[in-house]
């Protein structure tokens, strides 16, 4: 049977402008000197505990990464976000969406924080932006979200950003060949109503 929606691809996709952010963040697409910060972020144990990241993660995974996303803006499709501290000009983490289906009508956000930006929020409110902006900007009628069993400050951030948890997929994920249990949170328009923008 044929897809339904595979005649209807999404748009390419532009960043957003204004940019997206706040009076504590910004976000914007990586550039190539991004690499050096995102090899030193993805250093963190945790970092490596509860993402797909390559393990040992070398400088070159790191420009590779970069590479990838700056195409991908370029190209008009699954962009991935810088969050820069406005204060310092550091880059915190990143987020990113990408498409889950031809159609394109539903999305998938990820992300990472560094240990500078944990513990003020600032991934939820990123999460949050960046979520809304699919909903509305880019028409996709879902956005979802997956997280290992166990990594309970990420279910944290799905849960304030406003994603809805829908369930336990065993074994679904793969993580650098190992088989995980993933909790999957959604966020659709409707569910927009009542969150800060």
């Known amino acids: 049977m044929s897809d339904p929606g595979a005649g209807e691809r999404r748009a390419p996709i ?10 504590r963040f910004l976000l914007r697409p990586l550039v190539a000197s ?19 990241i390559p393990q040992p993660y070398l400088r070159e995974h790191a420009t590779g990464f970069v590479a990838d996303t700056i195409d991908a803006w370029e190209h008009g499709r699954e962009p991935t976000f810088a969050m820069v501290d406005r204060a310092s000009g550091r880059l915190i983490g990143c987020v990113g969406l990408r498409s889950d289906g031809a159609s394109g009508h539903a999305m998938e956000i990820g992300y990472w924080t560094a240990p500078a930006g944990r513990g003020r929020g600032l991934t939820t409110e990123a999460v949050r932006l960046v979520s809304r902006w699919a909903l509305l900007d880019l028409r996709a009628e879902r956005v979802g979200l997956l997280v290992y069993v166990g990594n309970e400050a990420s279910a944290r951030v799905a849960e304030k950003a406003g994603f809805r948890r829908e369930g336990v997929l065993r074994r679904y994920s793969l993580q650098r060949g190992t088989p995980r249990d993933t909790i999957v949170h959604s966020l659709i328009r409707a569910d927009l109503a009542g969150l800060p923008d």
């Open 14 to 23: 532009r960043p957003p402008d204004p940019p997206l952010g706040s009076d």
């Open 34 to 52: 991004d690499a050096e910060a995102i090899y030193a972020a993805c250093q963190d144990p945790d970092i490596a505990r509860w993402t797909t």
